[in-house]
């Protein structure tokens, strides 16, 4: 297995939002794969994910629909307020 191989199984993962885990790549890969390799990637990417190479097959951005603008307005809304009472606990809490 190539260090471009773990690399694509990594920028898939994060293309759909999935955790980048040593578990969750080695899932992604067929075949044998070098531990130490491995490792060495994902434990890169924790660190840095733009020290990471490009994938080599970079998926199509995906075209937005009409509906799909107005959810994640209404998504973000929601989780810029929890942020705020999070926030706010903490407050609280010093």
């Known amino acids: 297995m190539s260090n471009q ?7 898939g993962l994060m293309r759909e939002g999935k955790s980048i885990t040593t578990a ?4 992604r890969l067929n ?5 130490a ?11 840095s994910p733009d020290s990471l190479p490009a994938a080599d097959n970079p998926a199509p951005a995906a ?7 107005p959810e ?7 989780l810029e307020a929890r942020v705020a009472r ?3 606990w903490l407050e609280q809490k010093r």
């Open 37 to 47: 390799q491995l490792l060495q990637l994902v434990s890169r990417y924790k660190q």
């Open 72 to 78: 994640l307005a209404a998504r973000v809304a929601e």
């Open 86 to 88: 999070l926030e706010q």
């Open 5 to 11: 191989d773990i690399i694509n199984a990594i920028h």
């Open 31 to 35: 075949g044998p794969v070098n531990m």
């Open 24 to 27: 969750s790549v080695k899932a």
């Open 63 to 69: 075209p937005e629909t009409a509906g799909q603008q």
